[in-house]
């Protein structure tokens, strides 16, 4: 046992160090050569690599592969000679490209089998021209209007339950998750630049999207993402600027495998509040068309969010053991059924929120519910944990008929909490309404009638402690399952369960495989720390939530050959926490229901394309959890060779609409959206006009966006997705993409 530990141990820190070295040699110029044709990628069909057939469209994928495709399963899909083959409403296809043979891109899952899901690199025109993150993977979607600022899905199965440190989970499509990181293995150097503009020099919109990855030799195999976000905004403090960088490894052998990232993000956001005066945005009429005109609530507050993660993932199995298949025909396998696992986690992220000052705007009232006047604000929030998960994994065992897969452990979250408040405070005035005791250890600083600097400290520590496992069958040809479950026993956590679970029932025809999936959730979770507890120098609260019961449901029927998905989902709250009109959560002890049916379909007419996603929701209380009866994304295009064989084209439009709502406002102190009841928002269509080309290895999107603002006299001003934030207004938009290989 202490050879096998010591043994896991020096494998970890080598590849690690792997990583830097190679990496450094990457950026000093210096060339590591190796045979090529050493390297074995895995077959589609290899029954290590187990492909789940259910992958959501609204999964949120990071950032960095939102030009490589999306995890698909390896069955046979009908040929089909454009780019609609590659991900169709069930995401189901086979690759084109000639890079399949040569790159192996896959993810690793996390929660099971911890086997590997196949990513397509996708080098063709679909959906080329929409290369925005939020767009890309929700279709319709709240948000601010500008490029890196918060958002919320608008589709409710869409929406994740509070995260831990929720002040991440608005801006969490543009940041680099270490979980969910894409890995490679290649016979050769492989780089993609991903390229868009948009808007004027002084307005301008930048996404930059970067990956390289090669092979150090057979086993190991290195990378490098940085993305880049920035956009100005035509409102007035609308900035963003976002960016992460993500170092990732993989090492895969006999008995031993190693995958590893380092990861940097960075969200800079200003923060103006949204409109101060809807009735000027709506009487606008001439030529009074500048946004940057307009009055916004506040003209200095901005927020700084930072995040930096190591993940580690290995295992090491015992030397493989021939198991006898046929003893007729003497056919053996080679298979070591037993692994050891171990997951490490560390985390840390800082949250910094600056206003300048309260009343940014002579005689306008103050755009949040404050605790004093005429204050500066500086309030700052810390969290950080070190995760260790230990497992034993017993897999399927490959090409038997009836399998099944076990895994066990225990998961130890380290956690801390942190909240610093340094305001700069001069004239100020107690709110009789606010006690000073903020009643968790702390006084608010509430000071009255003398200048003073008030530094306001809160620190919470906790280690949760839990039992995990799972059951799982992933490589049956007609039937998969997986099971997998969560008990938290010590800590802030304890008595949280976990439990979910998948059936994939397939069935086969001449034009390939068609599946039907079932599958469900229950969670049973105390608040997170954050939910009971925060203070700031704008707003806080303190409370004492019971535990959360969430069941949700859902079905899913997928036509890979029809390009047809069909699902509904069913979801039922008890003591569900929202956060109120007053931009602070709250409990309700109703049982709530929520429902969403969907139609993913895309029709192929001669050089003629149609996609459609249409989505229907109820909710059993509006005034808690407001939806949109009806959502829904729709495109048109026409495509066709400009060059025979040579040069691709793509010229179309995009629509979204909504039907009409009580969308959510937003804080800009917290980050979070909230209630609000003043402004129905949606019957709106939004609409775009495309040009894609595709040369060799290049792509190229020509786009319009916001043609709203030039129909204004014929569909009026309403081009508003979340309260008191109206979307940019009309601009032209440019996106390349290149990919370099040998």
């Not at 994304?633 to 040069?647: A, D, R």
Request: a neutral charge.
């Amino acid at each position: 046992m202490k050879n096998i530990f010591s043994f896991f141990i020096k494998r970890s820190f080598v590849n690690v160090f792997a990583l830097f070295v190679v990496c450094s040699g990457i950026v000093s110029g210096q060339e590591r050569r190796f045979d090529p044709s050493n390297i074995v990628l895995p077959e589609w069909n290899d029954s290590l690599l187990h492909i789940l057939p259910d992958y959501q469209t609204d999964t949120v994928l990071s950032p960095s592969l939102l030009f490589s495709g999306d995890m698909i399963p390896s069955d046979s899909i009908p040929e089909l000679p454009d780019s609609l083959r590659h991900r169709l409403v069930v995401r189901l296809a086979d690759p084109l490209d000639s890079l399949t043979n040569r790159i192996f891109a896959y993810n690793v899952l996390s929660r099971n089998s911890y086997s590997r899901m196949q990513v397509v690199i996708d080098t063709t025109l679909y959906r080329f021209d929409t290369n925005t993150p939020v767009m890309r993977n929700y279709y319709t979607v709240s948000h601010l209007g500008n490029l890196g600022l918060s958002y919320i899905p608008i589709n409710f199965n869409a929406r994740k339950r509070p995260s831990d440190y929720l002040f991440l989970d608005n801006v969490a499509i543009y940041l680099h998750d270490p979980e969910e990181t894409t890995y490679y293995q290649t016979q050769f150097p492989y780089t993609r630049i991903n390229f868009s503009s948009a808007g004027p020099k002084r307005l301008a919109e930048v996404t930059l999207n970067l990956l390289h990855t090669q092979n150090v030799n057979k086993n190991l195999n290195v990378g490098l993402y940085y993305d880049i976000y920035t956009s100005t905004g035509q409102y007035v403090n609308q900035n963003a600027s976002n960016n992460a960088i993500s170092l990732f490894s993989a090492y895969r052998g006999n008995q031993y495998e190693m995958y590893s990232n380092f990861n940097w993000n960075n969200v800079r956001m200003r923060e103006n509040g949204g409109l101060d005066d809807l009735e000027d945005f709506f009487s606008r009429t001439g030529e009074d068309t500048d946004p940057s005109n307009l009055a916004v609530r506040s003209i200095t507050g901005r927020t700084i969010m930072l995040n930096r993660s190591f993940y580690l993932l290995h295992s090491f199995s015992p030397p493989k053991i021939s198991f006898i298949r046929n003893r007729a025909e003497n056919d053996t396998i080679d298979a070591s059924r037993f692994a050891l696992v171990h997951t490490l986690k560390y985390e840390w992220n800082t949250r910094e929120y600056i206003d300048n000052a309260i009343y940014p705007l002579q005689g306008q009232e103050p755009y949040f519910w404050g605790t004093a006047e005429n204050t500066n604000t500086y309030d700052s929030l810390y969290f950080r944990r070190f995760l260790n998960r230990f497992e034993i994994l017993l897999r399927e065992q490959p090409r038997h008929r009836f399998t099944a897969g076990l895994s066990g452990g225990v998961l130890i979250e380290m956690d801390r909490y942190n909240t610093h408040i340094i305001p700069r405070i001069s004239e100020v005035n107690i709110d009789p309404h606010v006690p000073q005791n903020s009643g968790w250890g702390g006084v608010l600083p509430l000071i009255s009638g003398f200048e003073r600097t008030v530094d306001y400290r809160e620190t919470r520590e906790y280690v949760n402690t839990a039992l995990t496992g799972s059951f799982f069958n992933q490589t049956g040809r007609y039937l998969n399952w997986d099971i997998n479950g969560r008990l938290y026993f010590t800590g802030h956590k304890t008595g949280d369960v976990n439990i979910d679970g998948n059936v994939r029932i397939h069935y086969f025809t001449e034009n390939g495989r068609n599946t039907l999936l079932l599958g469900g959730s229950i969670d049973n979770v105390n608040p997170g720390y954050f939910l009971n507890n925060y203070a700031s120098n704008l707003i806080y609260w303190d409370n004492n939530f019971d535990l959360s019961q969430e069941v949700r449901l859902r079905g899913e029927f997928m036509m890979p050959a029809h390009n047809l998905k069909l699902g509904a989902y069913i979801s039922q709250l008890n003591n569900y926490i929202y956060f109120n009109k007053d931009a602070k959560p709250e409990q309700t002890s109703e049982l709530l229901m929520t429902g969403t049916a969907y139609v993913e379909k895309d029709i192929r007419l001669w050089h003629l394309g149609f996609r459609f996603r249409l989505y229907g929701q109820y909710s059993s209380n509006e005034e808690i959890i407001p939806l949109p009866a009806f959502a829904g994304y729709q495109s048109t295009y026409f495509e066709g060779w400009l060059v025979k064989n040579v040069l691709n084209m793509q010229l179309g439009w995009n629509i979204v609409y909504t039907s009409k709502y009580y969308a959510y406002a937003y804080m800009p102190a917290t980050g979070m959206f909230h209630l609000q009841d003043e402004q129905l928002i949606g019957s709106y269509p939004f609409f775009d006009f495309f040009l894609n080309l595709q040369l060799n290895r290049a792509r190229v999107s020509i786009k319009t966006e916001g043609l709203n603002a030039v129909l204004y006299n014929t569909i009026g001003r309403n081009n508003f997705t979340a309260y008191r934030y109206p979307t940019n207004e009309f601009r032209m938009k440019f996106g390349v993409s290149w990919a370099f290989y040998n």
